[in-house]
C-alpha cells in the first residue's frame, strides 16, 4: 500500500528556496571570480614591475583577440662595486670616464643591465573590470602570456588611440602604479618592421668606443627625419615593430628616447641575457640568428599586412631583409637601407644580397629625403 503523499509546508518551501539561493550564488560566484581581482601580484616593495609594450592581432573565426602581455619583476641594483669595475674596465680598454653631466646616465643605465632578476613571481593585471593572472616570472626575470579576449570586450576597454591600457594589481598596502599598453592592430594595413641601432638612432655600432659611449653615457640621438617620416607611412591603421639586438634591459631608456622624439606607437623584440646563465653569451650572438624568427613571427601575426622593412648597411640588416622577402614576398612592400658603411649600391655584397629581388623593392639610403616610397 502507498505512503500517503505529504503536503508541502512552508518550512519546505523555505528550505527549497534556500538551496535554489545557494546554488545560484555558487554559479554566479563561479563565473565571475575571473571578473574580479582575487588576488594580488606576488611583489615585494624593494622590487619593480616594467610592461614593455606589444601589439594584438586578431582572430576573425573566433572574434577574439590575442593579448600578449610581457614584463620584466627585478630588484634595482645596488652593487657600488660591480659599477665602479665596469666603469674602470670601460676607461683602460677605451679610455671612457664619467663626467658630472653624464653620471646619472652611466648610472641609470649600468645599474639596469646589474638589476637582479626575480623568478616564480605571479603577476595580476586588470583591465574592463576583470582581472588576469599571467604565467610566472622565469630565472631572467621575465614573464610573458597571450590572453584571448572577445572582441567585445576589447571594445569596451579600448581608448580613443586604439590601445588597451591595463594595470597591475598590488596588494592592499603597495600605492605604486605599474601600468601597460597593448597596440590593437587589425587584420589588414601597412606595418614597418624596423632596427633600432643606427637606423632611428644614431649608435656607431661599427666603432665599439663610440658605441659604448652613446650606449652608456650620452643621451640617445634621433637621426634626423626619420620619425617624421614614420608618422607619414603609418595610417591610422598602421604598426610599428622594433627589432634590435639591444638586450631587454635597456627598454626603459630607450623606449623613453623613442616616445620622447616623436614616434608611432609600437611594440618591441630585443635580446634576452643575464649575467648568472649562459644567456650572457646572447649579447655575442649575430642578429643572423635572432632577428629572423622575431620579424617571422611578426609576419604570421598578421598574414594580410604589408611590411616596409628599414635597417641599416652597418651590420646584417640587408641580408636578413632580403631572406625576408624571398620567403614572404607578398608582404614586403619595400627594404629600405641606411648606409652607414659608406658601400655602394652596384658593389658585390648588394649585388649579392638582392640578386633575384627586382631594383625598386629596396633601396640605400644616406638621408631620409633620399627615400623614394610610393604607399599602396
Known amino acids: 500500500m502507498l505512503s500517503p503523499v505529504k503536503k508541502n509546508t512552508s518550512s519546505d518551501h523555505m528550505k527549497q528556496i534556500l538551496l535554489v539561493t545557494i546554488l545560484l550564488l555558487m554559479a554566479y560566484s563561479d563565473c565571475s571570480a575571473a571578473n574580479r581581482p582575487t588576488t594580488a601580484s606576488q611583489l615585494k616593495q624593494d622590487q619593480n614591475l616594467v610592461f614593455f609594450d606589444t601589439s594584438a592581432w586578431f582572430d576573425p573565426h573566433t572574434k577574439q583577440w590575442h593579448i600578449p602581455i610581457h614584463g620584466w619583476v627585478f630588484e634595482p641594483a645596488i652593487s657600488v662595486v660591480r659599477k665602479e669595475m665596469i666603469a674602470k674596465s670601460m676607461h683602460v680598454l677605451y679610455g671612457l670616464s664619467t663626467q658630472p653631466s653624464t653620471q646619472d646616465k652611466f648610472d641609470q643605465r649600468i645599474n639596469l643591465l646589474l638589476a637582479d632578476n626575480k623568478r616564480n613571481r605571479s603577476i595580476v593585471i586588470r583591465f574592463a573590470e576583470r582581472s588576469y593572472t599571467i604565467t610566472k616570472s622565469q630565472p631572467n626575470g621575465h614573464f610573458s602570456d597571450t590572453l584571448k579576449v572577445d572582441a567585445e570586450i576589447i571594445k569596451r576597454a579600448m581608448g580613443p588611440t586604439k590601445q588597451l591600457h591595463y594595470q597591475a594589481v598590488l596588494p592592499n598596502n603597495d600605492s605604486r602604479v605599474f601600468s601597460g599598453k597593448v597596440n590593437l592592430l587589425q587584420p589588414e594595413g601597412l606595418s614597418i618592421i624596423s632596427d633600432i641601432d643606427d637606423t632611428i638612432k644614431i649608435s656607431q655600432v661599427n666603432n665599439r668606443k663610440l658605441l659604448l659611449e652613446s650606449t652608456f653615457y650620452k643621451d640617445f640621438t634621433v637621426v634626423p627625419g626619420i620619425a617624421e617620416k614614420y608618422q607619414q607611412w603609418l595610417p591610422d591603421n598602421g ?56 620579424i617571422i613571427q611578426i609576419l604570421q601575426r598578421y598574414p594580410a599586412r604589408q611590411f616596409i622593412l628599414v635597417g641599416d648597411s652597418g651590420e646584417h640588416d640587408p641580408e636578413i631583409y632580403a631572406q625576408i622577402q624571398q620567403q614572404f614576398p607578398a608582404q614586403i612592400l619595400k627594404i629600405l637601407i641606411r648606409n652607414v658603411s659608406n658601400e655602394d649600391r652596384q658593389n658585390k655584397r648588394f649585388r649579392q644580397t638582392f640578386k633575384g629581388i627586382e631594383g625598386d623593392l629596396w633601396q640605400l639610403f644616406n638621408h631620409v629625403d633620399e627615400i623614394e616610397l610610393e604607399l599602396p
Open 239 to 294: 604598426g610599428l615593430h622594433f627589432v634590435t639586438s639591444s638586450p631587454w634591459q635597456l627598454y626603459p631608456a630607450l623606449h623613453e628616447f623613442i616616445e620622447r622624439t616623436g614616434f608611432p606607437a609600437a611594440d618591441y623584440a630585443m635580446k634576452l641575457f643575464r649575467f648568472k646563465d649562459r644567456t650572457l653569451f646572447n649579447l655575442f650572438v649575430e642578429s643572423t640568428q635572432t632577428k629572423p624568427p622575431q
